[in-house]
């Protein structure tokens, strides 16, 4: 009773976009081993189906804007799909797209959301990190709508970072990985002086 209980469920589940959405990353995740796609019902068995559903919600809630690299990166990488939503691995995708977008375009990507957060509520881009929750902030972060090339030499950021909770701290250290920065702002100097410049031009 209880096995029939449970493919009913997925049998019900799988017609839903999480399940259709789950289907889809496996079959891609599949194709990235170079195996065989397998049918709609040999997926609903797999011992990966739970992990691929709730891959498919997390990727839905964090906006995963480019689900192909991720999987060929975690695929690269050898992480199971029980893993995939561990904030440490996440930030190594971030890091993976960050090589394949230059500085100034991450730049740009962040002050645009910067202006267009500033006009939805209505206050001056000075004033956006005292305005958001550290949380809307995170989720900016991991839809990489706002870069560390220009958060982590924001003084409003560190200002908000102070008054977060060890938690939240704890979070965004996982996720951003300070040492990883620090060593990409020493190696990159030039870049990082006009990140700044950016900065302060912006009041943040």
Known sequence: MKHECKQMKRATQIKTPIGQAAYSYYSKWMKAHRKMIPAIENFMASKYYTSFIKFAEYAKKVNISNIDAFITMMKEHGFSPTLW??????????????????????????????????????????????????????????????????????????????????????????????????????????IVDLMTIYVDELGI
């Open 85 to 190: 939503r561990n904030d440490q691995v996440y930030s190594l995708y971030v890091e993976y797209v960050d090589m394949r977008t230059t500085p100034l375009q991450q730049a740009k990507t962040t002050i645009d959301t910067l202006f267009e957060l500033s006009d939805i509520m209505e206050c001056s881009v000075t004033q956006i990190f005292s305005k958001l929750h550290p949380n809307e902030v995170m989720q900016l972060f991991r839809e990489r709508r706002i870069s560390p090339w220009l958060l982590l030499r924001s003084k409003k950021f560190k200002i908000m970072l102070t008054e977060c909770t060890p938690e939240q701290q704890n979070m965004f250290e996982s996720l951003i990985r300070p040492m990883y920065w620090a060593r990409k702002f020493e190696k990159n100097p030039k």
